[in-house]
């Protein structure tokens, strides 16, 4: 859908649960647009799981990652 979408300039992209995928983030990256994606929980077996962030409580935390086909 981001590939083939033609909208130009600033955008943000506002996706629910299922669509947490590195390929979905390295796709909007490529485009230049911004997004904000909720991910499962942080005890289930998705993307959170594999990063360190606090076991309890609410938290708000800007993630950096180098996406590479390696």
């Not at 981001?2 to 979905?24: F, L, M, Q, W």
């Not at 490529?30 to 993307?47: A, L, Q």
Request: charge should be positive.
């Amino acid at each position: 859908m981001v590939d083939r979408s033609p909208i130009k300039g600033k955008t943000i992209v506002v996706s629910d649960r299922g669509y947490e995928s590195y390929n979905n983030f390295a796709h909007i990256e490529r485009k230049g647009w911004n997004y904000v994606i909720r991910v499962k929980d942080v005890d289930s077996s998705g993307i959170l799981s594999g990063l360190r962030l606090p076991s309890s409580g609410e938290f708000d935390m800007d993630v950096h990652l180098t996406l590479t086909k390696k």
